[in-house]
């Protein structure tokens, strides 16, 4: 009888102890569900924002964003990683984020291929399906060559380029890059044609340069800055109606009769679907990076116009600057090789 009575008590008590730990792991569980739910659902924004660059480290998109992020941590109290995702002209990146969940807590650089890229036929991406958060600065192309190369004008490398067709190597930041539509539209201004190399940015183009590999190259004024300025690199154009505060002594396209020339621009960008709070609340606080001395002071160190535009002024600007590439980028693409 005792070990009958012993038995119950200890299946009593196993009984009770596991109540008791399923219990535990309920509490567990819907303590964790409840720390989620405040994270997201609580004041925005309270957990890390991704924020997914289209270019590869150490050009201008990825300077511009990771300056404007540091900037925004300040103002919105969460960290703001960048993570880069190159490839297809922006393509792979734009994609990636517009697929996000619409909650705020991934975000894209928005340069001026989110205006491209469907023109081009990489990927069904555009300003249409995006949410545009503010736009922060653009940027005129350059066309720059060795010191040691035989041509100092703008003049001088037309003449050379026709003389044989094809002979002149440009390499420029990638096919269907705003650099490579300039280089375009160059061809198409001068009737002149060239040899492409095409980088995965600006940064190895200009390496290429410099080593002798190419003869030329079309990259952002703010990007090839630091070589001209070391003596290595000569610019012979500024792809602009106005001279560049970096650049005050070389002519623009327009300035030489050629009314060419599209500037790069970065901006930033949402899922669709992001509710209209948050929306304003990253506008906010690229707005507050935007009014800073220190973001003032890289444009000018960059060869950038420091140009803010809110969401709504940024939406009209992209939808015609889509219209745009949508219209020329055929023509364009007559000249690609």
Same mark, same amino acid.
């Given at each position: 009888?005792?070990?009958?009575?012993?038995?119950?008590?200890?299946?009593?008590?196993?009984?009770?102890?596991?109540?008791?730990?399923?219990?535990?792991?309920?509490?567990?569980?819907?303590?964790?569900?409840?720390?989620?739910?405040?994270?997201?659902?609580?004041?925005?924004?309270?957990?890390?924002?991704?924020?997914?660059?289209?270019?590869?480290?150490?050009?201008?998109?990825?300077?511009? #964003?990771?300056?404007? *992020? /540091? =900037? $925004?941590?300040?103002?919105?109290?969460?960290? +703001?990683?960048?993570?880069?995702?190159?490839? @297809?002209?922006?393509?792979?990146?734009?994609?990636?984020?517009?697929?996000?969940?619409?909650?705020?807590?991934?975000?894209?650089?928005?340069?001026?291929?989110?205006?491209?890229?469907?023109?081009?036929?990489?990927?069904?991406?555009?300003?249409?399906?995006?949410?545009?958060?503010?736009?922060?600065?653009?940027?005129?192309?350059?066309?720059?060559?060795?010191?040691?190369?035989?041509?100092?004008?703008?003049?001088?490398?037309?003449?050379?380029?026709?003389?044989?067709?094809?002979?002149?190597?440009?390499?420029?930041?990638?096919?269907?890059?705003?650099?490579?539509?300039?280089?375009?539209?160059?061809?198409?201004?001068?009737?002149i044609r060239v040899t492409y190399v095409p980088y995965g940015g600006? #940064?190895?183009?200009? *390496? /290429? =340069? $410099?080593?002798?590999?190419?003869?030329?190259? +079309?990259?952002?004024?703010?990007?090839?800055? @630091?070589?001209?300025?070391?003596?290595?690199?000569?610019?012979?154009?500024?792809?602009?109606?106005?001279?560049?505060?970096?650049?005050?002594?070389?002519?623009?396209?327009?300035?030489?009769?050629?009314?060419?020339?599209?500037?790069?621009?970065?901006?930033?960008?949402?899922?669709?679907?992001?509710?209209?709070?948050?929306?304003?609340?990253?506008?906010?606080g690229f707005r507050a990076g935007f009014a800073t001395d220190e973001?003032?002071?890289?444009?000018?160190?960059?060869?950038?116009?420091?140009?803010?535009?809110?969401?709504?002024?940024?939406?009209?600007?992209?939808?015609?600057?889509?219209?745009f590439f949508r219209t020329e980028v055929p023509k364009l693409l007559?000249?690609?090789?």
């Amino acid at each position: 009888m005792n070990n009958v009575r012993q038995h119950a008590s200890w299946r009593k008590g196993r009984s009770w102890a596991a109540r008791r730990q399923a219990a535990l792991v309920l509490l567990l569980t819907f303590a964790g569900l409840l720390a989620a739910c405040s994270r997201r659902d609580g004041s925005y924004p309270s957990s890390e924002i991704k924020l997914i660059v289209q270019a590869s480290p150490g050009g201008l998109s990825d300077t511009v #964003s990771r300056f404007m *992020a /540091s =900037l $925004l941590e300040r103002e919105l109290g969460v960290p +703001v990683v960048c993570v880069n995702r190159p490839g @297809a002209s922006g393509a792979l990146a734009f994609s990636y984020v517009v697929r996000r969940p619409a909650d705020g807590y991934t975000i894209g650089h928005a340069p001026v291929e989110i205006c491209v890229v469907r023109a081009l036929g990489y990927a069904d991406v555009g300003p249409d399906n995006m949410e545009l958060i503010s736009l922060v600065a653009k940027s005129p192309a350059v066309l720059v060559v060795r010191e040691d190369a035989p041509w100092n004008s703008f003049a001088e490398f037309v003449a050379a380029a026709a003389v044989k067709p094809g002979g002149l190597i440009m390499a420029h930041s990638g096919t269907g890059s705003i650099w490579h539509f300039n280089a375009l539209l160059m061809e198409q201004a001068t009737g002149i044609r060239v040899t492409y190399v095409p980088y995965g940015g600006s #940064s190895a183009a200009l *390496a /290429s =340069l $410099l080593g002798g590999h190419v003869d030329c190259v +079309v990259a952002g004024a703010g990007e090839a800055i @630091a070589n001209v300025q070391a003596g290595v690199l000569k610019p012979l154009a500024v792809f602009d109606e106005q001279r560049s505060r970096l650049y005050a002594g070389v002519p623009t396209s327009h300035e030489l009769g050629y009314g060419f020339g599209v500037p790069a621009w970065s901006g930033f960008f949402a899922p669709k679907g992001v509710p209209a709070a948050m929306l304003e609340r990253l506008a906010q606080g690229f707005r507050a990076g935007f009014a800073t001395d220190e973001w003032h002071k890289l444009c000018r160190e960059r060869g950038m116009e420091s140009v803010y535009m809110d969401r709504e002024e940024f939406r009209a600007f992209a939808v015609v600057q889509a219209e745009f590439f949508r219209t020329e980028v055929p023509k364009l693409l007559t000249l690609k090789r």
